[in-house]
């Protein structure tokens, strides 16, 4: 059965090998060293991100029924529901949906910053500086000036206040500060309270406001065991994404005080945010707040046993650090002299016949990102399973004997 399998297969790439199209789950078939093929029985496991989840049946069914109205007018009900409830969870007095989380991130920056020459302060390893297109200077004139990550996701509180501007006429102004919470590039940590809390101290001293970029802030409340209002105690504003481990399809929420979202509203309006009907979507955030908040110690229980089986196979070239495991995101090191992470992941990608005959012959396709060219992201989301983080390790275990 398995050798038709590989007959189709085969067609299927010499077929694509002509035409130079991708092929099945291969971005690009030079990337293929060996033999292939695409069989009904792949077991996919997806860890490139928790943005990736497919909406439950009870978001549909809150779709499908969602009274909308027009949101550009403030007339939607659902959204203005969803609003009250997520400004009520984040214990902040407004909340205004936007469409994704890099809108929010930015439209926050460019409240807070709202002259051209001003300037944000925030971690070199943030979302906000590595993968936002450094909108703030796109769009607001407005300089990011970063400080240090520490592999915690936090930084030198010390440092961090040399980096904040005098009055001198000669430099930009600094006007807000900014972290992560939890950090996806510092693999999913979660920012200690302590060290927030004398952040919150050091900002009203010198009178700046923060934000958080807490996309995923709902695993770091998980992770706590502590509300969410807890953790952005003294914070001027927070984004919050209901499209990654909460699993909406789309969406995330800025939250601030009443004056602040006002002006946050008609930024998003400026940058083509007004969403219309959108009580639609809004419809399967408030699905999320309900419902999958709780289910996140899943996920991270899932990313402990991921970690921990990686670590457990002790192979010289990989490294995994167990402890610093908190939440749903394992990012891990290779040695960058003997593994690309790009290969690496392709390789996790791909079947060939000796990795067949390895696995018992199961097709396993784990895709991974490759963060960096020695750093390697897997993210757990709610369709990952106890079952399918097993079978990827037995994968992965194949897949790093071919570096031995
Ligand atoms: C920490 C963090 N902030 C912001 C974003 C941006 O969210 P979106 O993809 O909805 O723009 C992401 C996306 O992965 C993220 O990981």
Redesign the pocket.
């Given at each position: 059965m398995l050798r038709g399998f590989f007959r189709a297969g085969q067609q299927v790439l010499q077929t694509a090998k002509q035409r130079k199209f991708k092929v099945g789950r291969f971005y690009s078939y030079s990337s293929v060293t060996s033999r292939v093929y695409n069989s009904s029985d792949m077991i996919d496991i997806d860890f490139r991100?928790d943005?990736v989840t497919k909406p439950t049946d009870a978001m549909r069914q809150a779709m499908a029924s969602a009274v909308v109205g027009d949101d550009v007018y403030e007339e939607d009900p659902t959204v203005q529901k969803l609003e009250r409830k997520s400004a009520e969870m984040i214990g902040m007095e407004a909340a205004l949906y936007v469409p994704?989380?890099?809108?929010s991130?930015l439209i926050a920056a460019l409240t807070h910053c709202n002259q051209r020459g001003c300037e944000m302060i925030t971690g070199d390893k943030t979302?906000?500086f590595l993968?936002?297109q450094a909108g703030v200077c796109q769009f607001g004139g407005v300089s990011i000036n970063t400080v240090k990550n520490l592999p915690d996701g936090t930084f030198d509180l010390a440092e961090m206040q040399k980096h904040i501007r005098s009055r001198d006429l000669h430099e930009p102004t600094t006007a807000l500060i900014c972290v992560?919470n939890t950090?996806?590039k510092c693999g999913g940590r979660v920012l200690p309270l302590s060290w927030l809390d004398e952040l919150v101290e050091i900002s009203k001293k010198r009178n700046l406001p923060l934000h958080m970029?807490g996309?995923?802030i709902y695993n770091a409340a998980v992770y706590l065991g502590v509300p969410a209002k807890r953790i952005v105690r003294g914070f001027s504003s927070v984004?919050v994404?209901l499209?990654?481990g909460l699993g909406a399809p789309v969406g995330?929420i800025l939250h601030g005080p009443k004056e602040f979202i006002a002006r946050a509203r008609r930024l998003r309006k400026a940058l083509g945010g007004g969403m219309r009907q959108c009580g639609i979507i809004a419809a399967a955030g408030i699905v999320s707040l309900d419902s999958m908040i709780d289910r996140l110690a899943v996920d991270h229980a899932n990313g402990l046993a991921l970690a921990k089986g990686i670590a457990a196979l002790n192979h010289p070239l990989f490294k995994v650090v167990v402890d610093s495991m908190q939440t749903n995101i394992l990012v891990f090191e290779v040695d960058p002299k003997r593994v690309d992470a790009k290969e690496f992941c392709a390789k996790l990608q791909e079947t060939t016949d000796e990795q067949l005959s390895a696995l018992g012959g199961k097709d396993i396709c784990v895709k991974a990102v490759p963060f960096e060219a020695q750093l390697i992201r897997l993210v757990i989301n709610h369709h990952i399973t106890a079952e399918m983080v097993d079978l990827a390790l037995q994968k992965i275990a194949v897949v790093m004997k071919e570096y031995n």
């Open positions: 991100s943005t994704s989380g890099t809108m991130n979302h906000m993968y936002e992560e950090h996806n970029d996309a995923r984004s994404c499209s990654k995330s």
